[in-house]
């Protein structure tokens, strides 16, 4: 009896976790072909809550691209910060040819920089993920 409580109970876990798996892929599939808004729209019509570029910024990045093209990206305009690595965590169920905002601000100080990004699902206007950090200039 308790063996088949036991493999009732791992059938039914292994089931919720496929059923959460396949939402999550289906959400972030292909939506390259659809027309959506320009990342300044969206910035400008303020309909991000949880961003706001630092004011006085030396670089503000706000790019509608493709997912697959976030390296791309950031090492066009940022290159000579080295952020390259925090957008470098490809996301298993978003599919490379998803549509997303990417909004990044750095500030350069004397002796550092600061920078903030966040990644943004194009068509849910979900945010995907985000970051914030100071890194110090090496003499």
């Not at 089931?15 to 959460?20: A, E, Q, R, S």
């Not at 303020?46 to 493709?66: G, H, M």
């Not at 040819?97 to 920089?113: A, D, G, H, N, P």
Request: aromatic fraction near 12%; charge should be positive; include cysteine.
């Amino acid at each position: 009896m308790k063996t088949k409580l036991s493999i009732l109970i791992l059938t039914m876990i292994m089931l919720i976790t496929v059923n959460v798996n396949a939402q999550t892929s289906e959400k972030y599939t292909d939506n390259s072909k659809k027309q959506l808004i320009s990342a300044n729209e969206i910035y400008q019509k303020n309909n991000l809550d949880y961003y706001d570029e630092f004011k006085s910024a030396t670089l503000n990045i706000r790019e509608k691209i493709l997912y697959k093209d976030l390296k791309s990206t950031v090492n066009k305009y940022a290159e000579k910060y080295s952020l390259v690595n925090s957008y470098n965590n490809p996301h298993p169920h978003i599919d490379p040819k998803r549509q997303v905002y990417l909004f990044c601000s750095i500030k350069e100080k004397k002796e550092s920089f600061i920078h903030k990004y966040l990644i943004v699902d194009a068509e849910t206007k979900e945010p995907i993920t985000e970051g914030n950090g100071e890194r110090w200039y090496y003499h």
